[in-house]
Antibody, heavy 118, light 107 residues
Framework: QVTLRESGPALVKPTQTLTLTCTFS??????????VSWIRQPPGKALEWLAR???????YFSTSLGTRLSISKDTSKNHVVLTLTNMDPVDTATYYC??????????WGQGALVTVSS | DIQMTQSPSSLSASVGDRVTISCRAS??????LHWFQQKPGKAPKLLIY???SLQSGVPSRFSGNGSGTDFTLTITSLQPEDFATYYC?????????FGQGTKVEIK
């Protein structure tokens, strides 16, 4: 059974760095073709794809946020970590992690709401 | 980046209606197009992958069609549990991009 769960702070201050962890089970990020992506959704708005890390450690980022984002994995712990620097109130959103087998985001975490406020 | 444009942004329909949602890509994406359903407060759920393949467990009243730049999601005989927001997503190139969503509401 594949599961993913996001964890991290619910509240961050402007200019701080957000660190979110995706803890997963039921698959291995060492398996060819597997990847984990991060997607966010501001309240009442559409989904926005942020970043992806592949089984071979290839990394891809949103064009608009690329310089602020980093992503890493710990295969032994089944973790993927996303960091987003210089947080702003417009970054308030629910952040999801999701697994992709090849290209399809087939399993998602429940999401973590992050609010940016002083 | 490939831009994904959905239409309409919202629609009102009755139980039993046939509903069609369109998604257009700014560049050809072959059939690298997936559809998701999202209900309030929940994570998106995969409905259709590769433009027309039904995800396991998804009712057969959902179907997808298209290739290149133009795609459709059709729900035949809308059910009460189908009232939700639907998103298309291209998986042809990175960064991946989503449409802006189509909210299906009860008439």
């Amino acid at each position: 059974q594949v599961t993913l769960r996001e964890s991290g702070p619910a509240l961050v201050k402007p200019t701080q760095t957000l660190t979110l962890t995706c803890t997963f089970s039921g698959f291995s990020l060492s398996t060819s073709g597997m990847s984990v992506s991060w997607i966010r959704q501001p309240p009442g708005k559409a989904l926005e794809w942020l970043a992806r890390i592949d089984w071979d450690d290839a990394k891809y980022f949103s064009t608009s946020l690329g310089t602020r984002l980093s992503i890493s994995k710990d295969t032994s712990k089944n973790h993927v970590v996303l960091t987003l620097t210089n947080m702003d109130p417009v970054d308030t959103a629910t952040y999801y992690c999701a697994r992709a087998a090849v290209t399809v985001l087939d399993y998602w975490g429940q999401g973590a709401l992050v609010t940016v406020s002083s | 980046d490939i831009q994904m444009t959905q239409s309409p942004s919202s629609l009102s329909a009755s139980v039993g209606d046939r509903v069609t949602i369109s998604c257009r890509a700014s560049h050809s994406i072959s059939t690298y197009l997936h559809w998701f359903q999202q209900k309030p407060g929940k994570a998106p759920k995969l409905l259709i992958y590769a433009a027309s393949s039904l995800q396991s467990g998804v009712p057969s009243r959902f179907s997808g069609n298209g290739s290149g730049t133009d795609f459709t999601l059709t729900i035949t005989s809308l059910q009460p549990e189908d009232f939700a927001t639907y998103y298309c997503q291209q998986a042809y190139s990175t960064p991946r991009t989503f449409g802006q969503g189509t909210k299906v509401e009860i008439k």
